[in-house]
């Protein structure tokens, strides 16, 4: 794998960036291919990843309920959300498979709840938790741009 800046969709990134500037965020050699790490610049917590089509940032937090991607599961360019097993493309920004939770994908179409091979069949009892789940909508992922300068990652960060 080369460790270079993988391109991402232009729409997708994050608002902010364009005028930002470039802060260094990690050291290259501590970013292996196949790796996740998370690194922060005030309150802003970004994912970086080595994938397959080079080394991307988002934010680390998955586009469903937020929880931290840097500690899901990299799979070429498809990382796992630890919280509930949605599944998301890193290297375009869409999802691959919904969360367990079900709700709307980024277009709107509804995805009802489900469960893991092997697993038990969720109980989705009717309320206010099962309204909020089903309108619940996974957001594409946005992204930094990133450059990398003399063996260290830099990415545009916005001000906070």
């Known amino acids: 794998m080369d460790a270079r800046p993988a391109t991402f ?4 990134q994050a608002p902010g960036t364009g ?3 470039f802060d ?14 998370r690194v922060s610049r005030g309150d802003r917590d970004i994912l970086l990843a080595h994938t397959p089509a ?18 899901g599961e990299l799979d070429g360019c498809v990382v796992t959300c630890p919280l509930h097993e949605g599944r998301f493309d890193l290297c375009t920004g869409d999802p691959v498979q919904m969360p367990t939770t079900g709700g709307l994908d980024p277009d709107g179409a509804y995805h009802p709840t489900w469960s893991p091979a092997g697993r038990d069949a969720k109980v989705d009892p009717p309320g206010k938790k ?7 909508r996974v957001r594409r992922l946005r992204y930094y741009p990133l450059r990398i300068v003399d063996g260290r990652i830099e990415v545009a960060i916005p001000p906070s």
């Open 9 to 12: 969709p232009r729409r997708l």
């Open 130 to 136: 099962a309204e909020a789940r089903r309108l619940t």
């Open 54 to 71: 080079g080394i991307l940032a988002t934010d680390d937090r998955c586009p469903h309920m937020s929880a931290p991607l840097s500690i």
């Open 24 to 37: 260094a965020v990690a050291d290259l050699a501590d970013l292996p291919p196949g790796s996740l790490r």
């Open 19 to 21: 005028d930002a500037p």
